[in-house]
């Protein structure tokens, strides 16, 4: 029941520093040689906070820089307030990486006025995470096709959505043009709010992450009906794809990688696409996505900008803003 | 009877030196985070989560919760003394804690806090023990029109805070109408924000809380002709007749506060809000009130460490946020690998009980700490003020700043800090402003949702009963002194 001395002295030695050592590395080219700033576009405490934070972790502990990294919070305009940072104070600086995510895509295509992806150089897609499709564990439809049926027997709009935040009415905007049905939808601001909404009756579905309904599925307070993916998810084997219940959903994931200012040079970009490789790589790391019931999906420089692209056509065509 | 057994498994558990020792470092480091507006308990557990990965998770949620509880103890000390409140929730109580500061009875604030907050802790975690299961349940019943109605409800208090019922009213419509600065929540589009990115997030709570209450106070006191004299501190604990004005409105803050609490997404803020509204109708002479009634602090003190209690009830039992900070925590359990859920209370019932008993040794340890504090914070007043007000001053541009490492909003600090100024100098009351920033959003959010739920009708806020209710002690509240004023005059002839 107690922490070891270990972990102490371990807890102790995370605070923002490494040890000077550096290591002999194999690649050639470019190395850090002075402290290397993480900003985090977003507030502590939040979703992408804390992946940054477990980046950081990896990095620090398992010594994959030879130079201290402090991390930095500029949240703000979903992500716009930290890359305009980045940009006005470390234009083509490699000694900076940046946390990005689908929210950081999503704010330029609604506000052009913040400018968010064009700004920086992506390094590599590490994760990915999906949606389901939840109703209530006593509510009447067994999979989605009973629940678009349901939707489509009734005056359009009587079946409402909860939603977390704009990367959930994306997905709800997705599987309401797939199925041809209209739905109520009701934000909120997190995916906690909108599941105590579900839980309390006030809507009939939910459309989010496993994370936060995981406790729930499990005691059968809420049941998933379907999953915006290719093959079936291995936690979650009894959940079918919406492409097997017949309709055709394009796949939809939301992204979470890194990124360095625009302008960084090819080696420095390579190096960083190495420690991030190490980074995914790590048990830490995959104990993170475990326990969020994510997906590992490194994806590096040239095919994260080709996934960028193609993911940017589908969010702009889901919010008719074409570009 | 298993309660008992339960409640007594927990307190072998917590007080194990190590877990003792991280309740300590919970409460010291909230008390501490809690005075310095700008850093709140969410912001202070995210940066310590990731020093305890890897560390056994009943201690580190036992540290977490001592954050939480113990920064409704910290806002009170900047409050009361400088009128800085560092805690959204103790806006309420510098209204009057300052008042009482100013009279040399800081001392006395600060102690009926302390006591306050030590009694609703305790009630609430009582609360927390026997009635988590149901109550978290019936919190569900609070959708859209729910929470529309006790905005609603929360909105009288516009009119209760300050002294003229006009000038409050119009500067909580200006805090309402800043609220809708910034990205839709409902539809994701950008308002009043001009192009301007650092706008897109609108008027932050605490660059507008510091502003008015700590850049205008030192504004309006450096600009009076006259120094402002050396206050004598009287006494620096409550005395017997001030324990027994406050005996009450601590019973009915910790109720509130508990209450409002348990409601996921409204929280201690509401629940101060709510308490210091119900204290003025109560209360025998309500023009004390903003003149340094002390139940004007006891009340709201209590509630919002009630709340701060009873949020951890949907979070305990049911596995949803009951709040920002609660939210966090929840992150925390699942990176030590528990799942939150329904099923919490039973699966782990060692953490819970673990951490609901470290809650009764927390608040023991807040109240041994604070009470000799509160006199030897008092005695700061004794410090003339023209060697005071630099150091504020500061205090308040750095909070603002390390929040979000902004320059911006320090600019919107001082731009609002000269509004607060002309509002002091010309006798506009802050606080109902500050009420209609934080209570506007829910307000219009839930009103949105409620209007798009019922495809447009109203009827949805009068068919539902609970909303029905709220709607109604609304009603009450507003329409009270009218009605009192009409039938006065024939009870009282003459009068």
Known sequence: ?323 | MSVIYDLAAGFAGAATPWNLLMCFAGVFAGQLVGALPGIGPSSAIALLLPLTFGADPTSAIILFAGIYYGAQYGGTLTSVLISVPGEPSSVMTSIDGYQMALQGRAGAALGIAAIGSFIAGTISTVGLMLLAPPLARAALAFGPPEYFALVVLGLTALAAVGGSVLKGLTTGMFGLLISTVGIDQQTGVARFAFDRIWLLDGVGFVVLTVALFGVGEVLSSAGMSTPRPITTVKNLLPSRAEWKQSRMPILRGSFIGFVVGVLPATGATIASFIAYIVEKKVAKDPSRFGKGAIEGVAGPESSNNAAAAGAMVPMLALGVPGSGTTAIILGALIMFGIRPGPELFDKNAALVWTVIASMYIGNVILLVMNLPLAGLFAQLLRVPYSWLYPPILALCVAGVYSQANSIEDVWMLVVFGALGWAMMRYDWPAAPMILGLVLGTIFENSLRQSMTLSHGSVEIFFTRPISAVLLACAAVAVLSPVLVRIFRPRLVPGA
């Open chain 1, 1 to 323: 029941m107690m922490l070891t001395r270990r972990s102490l002295l371990l807890a102790a030695s995370a605070v923002p520093f490494v040890g000077a050592v550096p290591r002999a590395s194999a690649q050639a080219g470019w190395v850090p040689t002075r402290e290397v700033e993480f900003v985090v576009p977003f507030a502590t405490g939040g979703g992408a906070d804390l992946l940054a934070r477990v980046i950081h972790k990896i990095i620090v502990e398992e010594k994959l820089v030879p130079v201290p990294i402090a991390l930095n919070n500029r949240p703000g305009g979903g992500g716009a307030t930290g890359i305009g940072y980045v940009t006005a104070r470390k234009a083509a600086d490699p000694h900076t990486i940046v946390l990005v995510n689908g929210t950081t895509q999503i704010t330029p295509i609604l506000n052009p006025a913040a400018r968010t992806l064009s700004e920086v150089r992506p390094v590599m897609n590490v994760m990915l995470d999906d949606f389901l499709l939840f109703v209530k564990g006593d509510a009447p439809w067994k999979d989605a096709k009973d629940f678009v049926a349901a939707a489509k027997s009734r005056p359009p709009k009587s079946l409402a959505f909860a939603t977390g935040g704009t990367t959930d009415v994306m997905a709800v905007t997705i599987f309401a043009k797939a199925t041809g049905a209209e739905y109520n939808m009701l934000n909120f601001n997190s995916g906690g709010e909108a599941l105590t909404q579900l839980l309390g009756g006030h809507v009939q579905a939910c459309m989010g992450n496993p994370l936060e309904f995981m406790g729930h599925l499990q005691s059968k307070a809420v049941k998933a009906l379907g999953v915006f993916r290719d093959t079936r998810f291995s936690v979650l084997g009894d959940v079918p794809t919406m492409k097997e219940q017949g309709f055709n959903a394009p796949n939809f994931q939301m992204w979470r990688g890194m990124a360095t200012p625009k302008g960084t040079p090819d080696d420095a970009a390579r190096y960083w696409e190495g420690v991030f490789a190490k980074v995914v790589a790590s048990p830490v790391f995959r104990a993170y996505i475990a326990e969020n019931i994510a997906t590992a999906a490194p994806i590096p420089g040239a095919a994260f900008a080709k996934f960028l692209e193609d993911q940017e056509k589908l969010y702009r065509n889901l919010l008719d803003k074409p570009a």
